[in-house]
């Protein structure tokens, strides 16, 4: 049975602080690294989180108040202030009708070339959705590459380690357990970190992807429903 001090001194020693601390120059780069990466992922899910979140409240107030309001141009100055993705189509599918109606009376012709209108109305807001859509997704890929890559940036900590541990045993000629475990411990811490930076790296993605889906399928819905409203105030237009 182990004396009390020497396992005091052992659970010492087997700290995350002494691992460290003991680990080779080589180890201590790759636990720094996979430390930062870990620090960077939840930085970005718990920024993603909120701006998400933010997005869909503001998304839905913005819809409710687009059926309610009776002109469109009127919704024109208060949106162009709106800093959110429903607002920003709204604005862009504006600016295309606008433009393209005065153009109409600038140029002398009688008649709106409506299909013409309508696909460049539907290019208009989608470019608009898609942009904010990939900006949302741009630092996802980040997450994605941590919880891909760290378990292995781990490993290759852990195989260096345990490579320095056999050639320390080597030198010493002794393979007692008291010599053995603190190198095979802060080899293995090594792991240890890169799933620590791994495992919510990669549940943070699946679950902002599958939210910026949602949020994609709920703009793409409204713009379907704002494309069919100025679709029917094009069809209404008569003599032009």
Do not use: C
């Not at 807001?125 to 781990?154: E, H, K, M, Q, Y």
């Amino acid at each position: 049975m182990m004396a009390p001090e020497i396992a005091l001194k052992t659970t010492a020693e087997l700290s995350p602080l002494a691992l460290f601390l003991a680990a080779d120059i080589v180890v201590k780069a790759v636990m720094l690294g996979l430390l930062l990466a870990s620090i960077w992922s939840w930085a970005i899910i718990i920024e993603r989180s909120r701006r998400l979140g933010r997005m869909n409240g503001e998304a839905a107030k913005f819809e409710e108040w687009f059926w309610k309001a009776g002109d469109l141009d009127k919704m024109y100055e208060p949106a162009s202030r709106a800093d959110h993705p429903s607002a920003r189509a709204f604005i862009a599918g504006m600016n295309e009708w606008r433009q393209s109606i005065k153009a109409v009376g600038a140029n002398g012709r009688s008649a709106v070339d409506r299909e013409g209108l309508r696909a460049r109305l539907a290019s208009a807001i989608n470019v608009a959705i898609g942009r904010d859509i990939d900006a949302l997704s741009d630092r996802l890929s980040v997450l994605a590459t941590i919880g891909s890559v760290a378990p292995f940036v781990g490993l290759f900590g852990t195989v260096w380690g345990i490579m320095r541990s056999f050639a320390s045993i080597a030198a010493s000629q002794n393979t007692t357990l008291a010599v053995v475990a603190p190198g095979i411990a802060e080899a293995l811490f090594a792991t240890a970190i890169g799933l620590f930076a791994a495992i919510p790296a990669v549940i943070g993605y699946n679950r902002l992807l599958h939210r910026v889906n949602r949020l994609e399928a709920r703009l793409s819905a409204f713009a379907e429903e704002y494309l069919n409203l100025l679709s029917r105030q094009l069809d209404g237009m008569e003599g032009r």
